[in-house]
């Protein structure tokens, strides 16, 4: 099963806090680390709505708070049990925590 988790950080944390070397050590080396992605801080990212047919761009963080996604990694686990377990390797000590989703195909989501 695919797994897609979502590291959440304080936006006053520095840029490249997300990557955990527990974490990509243990994931990489079981074979379930598919990919990873660090974000550039919250503040230079863009919204974009279309309302109406009308589209507005909203420059800066969305939604307005103080945990923003720093980093996202698809994981292939054998089950959610083990994508948790993984997750917590990195959730230990952070204020913002992770989330663990499943990812859905055109078929819907591996079960």
């Known amino acids: 099963m695919k797994f897609l988790l979502n ?59 103080s945990d923003h996604v720093a980093g996202q990694y698809v994981l292939d686990c054998e089950n959610r049990e083990r ?5 917590g390797l990195m959730a230990d000590g952070r204020s913002g925590g992770v989330e663990v989703r499943p990812l859905m195909d055109s078929s819907g989501m591996e079960m």
Do not use: M, N, W
């Not at 806090?17 to 974000?39: K, M, N, R």
């Not at 994508?83 to 997750?87: D, G």
């Open 83 to 87: 994508a948790v377990e993984l997750a």
């Open 7 to 65: 590291l959440y950080l304080d936006a006053a944390d520095p840029p490249g806090e997300g990557f955990d070397a527990d974490f990509l050590a243990a994931a990489g080396q079981a074979g379930e680390l598919v990919s990873a992605h660090a974000f550039a801080h919250p503040s230079i990212s863009a919204v974009v709505r279309v309302r109406e047919g009308v589209v507005t761009v909203t420059e800066g963080p969305y939604p307005r708070t």
